[in-house]
């Protein structure tokens, strides 16, 4: 049972910056794809960015390209998401997420994903 413990979440003024981290129990080079999700009150789960590190590929929503960037550690078995340019509109609680295998739904799907974190909240005040 693989588990994910996101951290780094807080109040950021808009167009500040935060790195959130995930910790995760076990390598993440073991995984399919590494994920970060995001939830806002009242709204379903959406995808933000993803990896599949073995093929050195990255996937971005298109709210957030050019803003956020993926990134790992291995030796720490860490993701990290760097946010810039925060927006009032990026408020949400992110979720860290693994596939441990390829489940044929894409690296934007949350049913793609196998194990979750618990999710840390950003919030962006204007």
């Known amino acids: 049972q693989v588990q994910l413990v996101e951290s780094g979440g807080g109040l950021v003024q808009a167009g500040g910056s935060l790195r959130l981290s995930c910790a995760a129990s076990?390598?993440?080079?073991?995984?399919?794809?590494m994920g970060w999700f995001r939830q806002a009150p009242g709204k379903e789960r959406e995808f933000v960015a993803a990896?599949?590190?073995?093929?050195?590929?990255?996937y971005y929503a298109d709210s957030v390209k050019g803003r956020f960037t993926i990134s790992r550690d291995n030796a720490k078995n860490a993701v990290y998401l760097q946010m810039n340019l925060l927006k009032p509109e990026d408020t949400a609680v992110y979720y860290c997420?693994?596939?441990?295998?390829?489940?044929?739904?894409?690296?934007?799907?949350?049913?793609?994903?196998?194990?979750w974190g618990q999710g840390t909240q950003v919030t962006v005040s204007s």
């Open positions: 990896a599949r590190w073995r093929v050195g590929s990255t």
């Open positions: 076990e390598r993440t080079s073991n995984s399919y794809y």
């Open positions: 997420a693994e596939a441990s295998s390829y489940n044929g739904l894409g690296p934007s799907s949350v049913g793609e994903y196998d194990y």
